[in-house]
Every structure is written in C-alpha cells, then in structure tokens.
C-alpha cells in the first residue's frame, strides 16, 4: 500500500513546548515539502528538500524546522518560537523531475492550547 | 504582492452547469503548472500538469488551458456534479508556489 503518510491526525500542544510532525512515505521519491494551510487560505510552503542531508526554507520557515536523515522520512519540528502555529499543516513529496504527481498526505491539524 | 492569484475567490453553481476559474500569474518562466482539488480537511489532489509549452490539458471533466502571452491559466469544468464542491488551487513552478484557491460549491 503505497503512499505518503501524516501522523498524528490532531495534535494539541501547550503554549511554550516544542511539537514534531511526522511525514513518511515509501513512494521513493527524492523531494519531499511541508505546508501551512490556514483557514480560507491557501498553502504557503515552510520547508522542502530534494535530496536526503539537505533542505531548503520556504515562505514561513521562521519558528519551524526540519531533519532529512532518511529518503522516506521529514519530520518537522513547530517550536516555541512559532508566534502562531495553530493550523492544518500538509506534508508532500513527488519526484525531482518537474512534471511529475506531486502527492500530498492526509494532514496534521495543530492546535496550541 | 502573491506570484499567483486565482479568481473568483469563491463560486456557486447548479449541479450540471459549467464553470471556469482562472488563474493570473507573474512568475516567469516556469516549469510546469498544476491545477488541484482539495476537500475540505484534506490534502489536495492534482487535477493537471502542464509545462511551460503546453495549451491545454485534460482529465475528464476537467479541462486546463495555459496562455503563457497573457500569463494566465483557467480549469474548465464541464457537467458538474455535487461532488466537485471543493477547493480548487492552481500552482506554480517547482518550487511549489500555492494560489489560494477558488471555493466552488454545486448545488443540487
């Protein structure tokens, strides 16, 4: 059963502590993204990368970050510094060639408490 | 000033009837464009993809058409159904650049 996959579904955090989000995907593909999706809004990318070892901020990287150890696996880490990270948050991978599918998990909805 | 601005920002059809949605856009050039659907709590799902040389580009009820003259794209949508109601995001570039999205809803 292949696929990209978010866990967990809700998370709910205290003000103050560090929370990481998980995002696995055993598509083999080389590019991997993490998005921030507020309400009525559109994505806006935080982070991606395209090889393992290696990444690259994005639009709003201020208050997250990331670890690429693992070609299947990109983790990311909303720390204490995000001022609001209260928001459904979408990892995606898809092949470095340009035209390829670029396949989205289900989504994790954070919410600061 | 966003790189990719999509219009109308929502739209409310009868189930059956046609739509088109458009999609202005000042980066260039690029290397593809992508049109997806997103349901409401989940990730979005492509529609299309075209490069920077192609016009148009189909999946079934949904057509995509790319002017890169006027740097502009549009998703046609014909014999719409009630389960087309969603968000439709046009995207950019490898980089991965996000309109936000037109909301459609089909009324029966």
Known sequence: DGGITQSPKYLFRKEGQNVTLSCEQNLNHDAMYWYRQDPGQGLRLIYYSQIVNDFQKGDIAEGYSVSREKKESFPLTVTSAQKNPTAFYLCASTTVRGTDTQYFGPGTRLTVL | ?108
């Not at chain 2, 109308?8 to 980066?27: D, H």
């Not at chain 2, 998703?75 to 309109?99: E, K, P, W």
Request: net charge positive.
């Open chain 2, 1 to 108: 000033k966003n790189q990719v601005e999509q219009s109308p920002q929502s739209l409310i059809i009868l189930e059956g009837k046609n739509c088109t949605l458009q999609c202005n856009y000042t980066v260039s050039p690029f290397s593809n464009l992508r049109w997806y659907k997103q349901d409401t709590g989940r990730g979005p799902v492509s529609l299309t993809i075209m490069t920077f040389s192609e016009n148009t580009k189909s999946n079934r009820r949904y057509t995509a058409t790319l002017d890169a003259d006027t740097k502009q794209s549009s998703l046609h949508i014909t014999a719409s159904q009630l389960s087309d109601s969603a968000s439709y995001i046009c995207v950019l570039g490898n980089d991965m650049r996000f309109g936000a999205g037109t909301r459609l809803t089909v009324k029966p």
